[in-house]
């Protein structure tokens, strides 16, 4: 299976700060379809998971521009460029490229 | 708009079973692969099973192959989880997903595996 590594699993931000959250998947999420199945998702307290990047860098409908991802092959980063009250939440990374899909650990993002 | 309606949690005993369903709307339900995910109390998420469009193909965890099933009724836009020989680290909060990337998601349906 691949195992997906989240890190900092606690992440404590001032409210306008950046936050950065790191993912790598212990083998390459390029599919054959020369796509990269890397996703990440955000459950707010008390909610479902809503996914907000998709294929590491495409942002899903209504996510706000502060929230970016990148990297490549095991190697990935989700970022806030200034985190807000409603960022706070775990931020799951998951790989869609192989069978079964897995999930991070996650990382709880708080208000300092 | 995407909905997804997840219904038939419950509390059962060890060794009992359950069917769990999520109703779908908002998208051609038989276009899609759809998926179960669940989130055990206080852990994080794990994917349990997954299957196409057509229903002729079916993935499943390690943790769960053998004793659940997943099904889907296109024609009620409807996908199931059948859950036989249950136990208590099967319980968690069960959430279906559209897509095998899981672009949508429910709000999920409780199952508690406890006697």
């Known amino acids: 299976d691949v195992v997906m590594t989240q890190s900092p699993l606690s992440l404590p931000v001032t409210l306008g700060q950046p936050a950065s959250f790191s993912c790598r998947s212990s083998q390459s999420l390029v599919y054959s379809d020369g796509n990269t199945y890397l996703h990440w998702f955000q459950q707010r307290p008390g909610q479902s998971p809503r996914r907000l990047i998709y294929k590491v860098s495409n942002r899903d409908s209504g996510v706000p521009d502060r929230f970016s991802g990148s990297g490549s092959d095991t190697d990935f980063t989700l970022k806030i460029s200034r985190v807000e009250a409603e960022d706070v939440g775990v931020y799951y990374c998951?790989?869609?490229?192989?069978?079964?899909?897995?999930f991070g650990q996650g990382t709880k993002l708080e208000i300092k | 708009e995407v909905q997804l309606l997840e219904s038939g949690g419950g509390l059962v005993q060890p060794g009992e079973s359950l069917r769990l369903s999520c109703a779908a709307s908002?998208?051609?339900?038989?276009?899609?692969?759809m998926s179960w995910v669940r989130q055990a109390p206080g852990k994080g998420l794990e994917w349990v099973s997954a299957?196409?469009?057509?229903?002729?193909?079916?993935y499943y965890a390690d943790s769960v192959k053998g004793r659940f099933s997943i099904s889907r009724d296109n024609s009620k836009k409807t996908l199931y989880l059948q859950m036989n020989s249950l136990r208590a680290e099967d319980t968690a909060l069960y959430y279906c997903a559209k897509t095998a990337q899981f672009d949508n998601w429910g709000q999920g349906t409780l199952v508690t595996v406890s006697s």
């Open positions: 299957i196409t469009g057509s229903g002729g193909s079916t």
């Open positions: 908002g998208f051609t339900f038989s276009s899609y692969y």
């Open positions: 998951m790989q869609g490229a192989h069978w079964p899909r897995t």
